[in-house]
């Protein structure tokens, strides 16, 4: 391990609870972790120092919901232009063709794309095991492992195909019994607990219309027993609300509370449809929400109520969804695309620049159970994000930076993961983008050839 100090930073946004942000400061690293933080802390020994006299540093944004293998189908012309169940309709048939070696491009291609973007910890959730698919949460760890991101990777799972009522094809739901010894041997496997972890599992069915109120129970059963995190899609259309009321007399959020998913350890994607007493019902509970507005304007699903949810000091976080529904991999956007959804709304004062910065760093790493992200300080994790305040796109916000970061969309220069270079003069520094791009269409044209041999 290295050490590393970022000498006079024109700014830091600590993202602490008093929202200090420094001026001229340097932030001193040691084997991953920030050991000195302010004005006094230029002194120490240390193998690396960066003039910082240009830079912006900002906590590494956390992304709290994703499907990386979706990469594969960006822009898929039968998708576009329809709501979630027709759209999944149309791609879960492609999906069924999924194999080990697309969801590590997939992944890598993914996790690239957002460390571009300034991201440093990222979720997934894999719900597609067809044939074959013993070794994706493996691939997902090692494709992680590669690009040098810090990453939650959720098993999800379907036990509810088209035959007994739900929208996925039978050939992609797995028996109750296959999904849970799989989740139990992926969590023995690379759950890391301790703060600091780079790997950490949660558990994840897919959603009210694809698991049995058995997987979530049992789901559930197991992740409190291993002692991790639980992650669903919940109210994210009005067909699913109907849906949920049709089948279960409850509204998708009782649904979640039915069968012991409302609880801390829980968050889930979306949230766009909740009632009065739903929100009220998710509060009281503290469970997290993961916001991802971009999804739910591309695929029409509605605005969510993040500032209700903010009032009722709900934990949000960010999530830029999969990429059949967004279709960019930048959590940037997100942070702009939250604030814009908020103040169309709730009015011009909904959010702020840097209640969105918040919502991207602290915010996520709510959702993901830790206090050890999110923010820049003394005793967390050395995960920053370094703008560079000379750069064209943040020309003219110079009175204030953050909203510049947050509203002008510069990329990050450099972007550092547990004290260790990931990105570095806007540059990949483990891995080849063009080697990621290429062997991400190879795997892309293999799905859609796979996809249209078994329609013909
Ligand atoms: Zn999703």
Request: hydrophobic share 40%; glycine share 8%.
């Amino acid at each position: 391990m290295s050490s590393l100090r970022l000498e006079n930073c024109r700014l830091i946004a600590t993202m602490d609870d008093t929202g200090r942000e420094l001026v001229d400061a340097s932030v001193e690293i040691r084997d991953g972790w920030i050991t000195a933080l302010g004005q006094e802390s230029g002194n120490g020994e240390v193998d690396q120092v960066i003039d910082a006299r240009n830079l912006i540093a900002i906590p590494g944004l956390v992304n709290t919901h994703h499907h990386l293998y979706q990469i594969l189908t960006r822009g898929f012309p039968e998708s576009e232009g329809k709501t979630l169940f027709p759209w999944l309709r149309s791609l879960y048939p492609v999906w069924a063709g999924l194999d080990e070696q697309m969801i590590f491009a997939s992944t890598r291609t993914g996790l690239a794309e957002l460390a571009l973007s300034g991201c440093t910890t990222s979720s997934d959730h894999l719900y597609v095991f067809p044939d074959g698919s013993q070794s994706f949460m493996d691939a997902q760890v090692e494709a992680a492992q590669s690009v040098g991101l810090r990453f939650h990777a959720t098993r999800g799972s379907m036990d509810l195909g088209m035959e007994d009522g739900g929208l996925p094809p039978n050939s992609v739901v797995q028996s109750l019994d296959t999904i849970l010894r799989d989740s139990e041997r992926v969590i023995d496997l690379y759950h890391d607990p301790t703060p600091g972890a780079m790997t950490r599992i949660g558990l994840a069915p897919c959603s009210p219309f694809s698991a049995t109120p058995e997987l979530m129970r049992e789901t559930a059963v197991l992740a409190r027993e291993k002692g991790v995190l639980l992650h669903t899609h919940i109210a994210e259309t009005m067909d699913e609300d109907a849906y949920s009321r049709e089948t279960f007399g409850l509204s998708p959020v009782e649904l979640l509370e039915s069968v012991g998913w409302a609880a801390p350890d829980v968050w889930v994607a979306h949230c766009v449809h909740p009632s009065d007493s739903d929100i009220e019902l998710l509060r009281n509970r503290d469970v997290a929400v993961a916001h991802c507005p971009t999804s739910n304007m591309l695929l029409g699903s509605g605005l969510a109520p993040v500032s209700s949810y903010r009032a009722g000091n709900i934990r949000v976080g960010l999530g830029v969804d999969g990429s059949a529904s967004n279709d960019a991999n930048d959590l940037r956007q997100e942070m702009k695309q939250a604030l814009l959804v908020a103040r169309v709304r709730d009015g011009a004062g909904a959010l702020s620049a840097r209640d969105a910065l918040r919502l991207g760093t602290r915010g996520g790493a709510s959702c993901l159970g830790r206090d050890d992200i999110g923010i820049i300080d003394v005793g967390k994790v050395a995960d920053i994000a370094l703008f560079d305040a000379d750069s064209l796109a943040l020309a003219g916000s110079q009175e204030d930076l953050i909203a510049g970061i947050v509203l002008a969309g510069p990329r990050p220069v450099t972007v550092i993961v547990n004290g260790e270079f990931v990105v570095k003069d806007g540059n990949l520094v483990r891995v080849d983008h063009a080697d990621i791009a290429r062997l991400h269409n190879d795997a892309a044209c293999r799905l859609m050839t796979r996809a249209r041999d078994a329609m013909n």
